[in-house]
T-cell receptor, first 113, second 114 residues
Framework: GESVGLHLPTLSVQEGDNSIINCAYS??????FIWYKQESGKGPQFIID?????DKRQGQRVTVLLNKTVKHLSLQIAATQPGDSAVYFC????????????FGGGTRLMVKP | DTGVSQNPRHKITKRGQNVTFRCDPI?????LYWYRQTLGQGPEFLTY????????KSRLLSDRFSAERPKGSFSTLEIQRTEQGDSAMYLC????????????FGEGSWLTVV
């Protein structure tokens, strides 16, 4: 399938290490944030979300941190596996933006075996 | 498979032709969204429906684009008089109506205009 993100920032990690993917958002009125994983030729796959009244949320092997002061979002993946290799997008939804998600530019995660 | 279903997955068309994509959302989801994604970019919002009503449209949705959801279930996105700049992946997503409900995406329909 076609490749998504030919010129994206790339994070290369060793299998088993932890990965941290960062995202800066622009709208201080955003109240909901989501991380998506996108493999080549596929649609975005939901990973984890967080509301603006929280600063941390944990899932299975993933943690999202939200710093509203500096408008920064991060995704931490523990014990990164080859199957985690993909492009990761953060998305935000403004409080007054209806249901429109605004996506960041994406980061390619490459996991070396 | 109970996820969001899109077809066709790939479409190659000549410039000037019309194309139509179909989306079948997750069955209990009353909100349906269309996004467009080009290589190296994140998805961009085009429009969304709640049931059969089209409630929001992006400025990206030119008058050559039309989306419908006639019975509040499946949706179609038609592009008339396609241009090379329309080449992209067209993503459909769905969710429940309540605020903060997760938006789930389909696998997308790739359009190549030659």
């Amino acid at each position: 399938g076609e490749s998504v993100g030919l010129h994206l920032p790339t994070l290369s990690v060793q299998e088993g290490d932890n990965s941290i993917i960062n995202c800066a958002y622009s709208n201080s009125a955003s109240d909901y944030f989501i991380w998506y994983k996108q493999e080549s030729g596929k649609g975005p796959q939901f990973i984890i979300d967080i509301r603006s009244n929280m600063d941390k949320r944990q899932g299975q092997r993933v943690t999202v941190l939200l710093n509203k002061t500096v408008k920064h979002l991060s995704l931490q993946i523990a014990a990164t596996q080859p199957g985690d290799s993909a492009v990761y997008f953060c998305a935000e939804r403004g409080r007054n933006a209806g249901n429109m998600l605004t996506f960041g530019g994406g980061t390619r995660l490459m996991v070396k075996p | 498979d109970t996820g969001v279903s899109q077809n066709p997955r790939h479409k190659i068309t000549k410039r000037g032709q019309n194309v139509t994509f179909r989306c079948d959302p997750i069955s209990e989801h009353n909100r349906l969204y269309w996004y467009r994604q080009t290589l190296g970019q994140g998805p961009e919002f085009l429009t969304y429906f709640q049931n059969e009503a089209q409630l929001e449209k992006s400025r990206l949705l030119s008058d050559r684009f039309s989306a419908e959801r006639p019975k509040g279930s499946f949706s179609t996105l038609e592009i008339q008089r396609t241009e090379q700049g329309d080449s992209a992946m067209y993503l459909c997503a769905s969710s429940l109506a309540a605020a903060g409900n997760t938006i789930y995406f389909g696998e997308g329909s790739w359009l190549t205009v030659v």
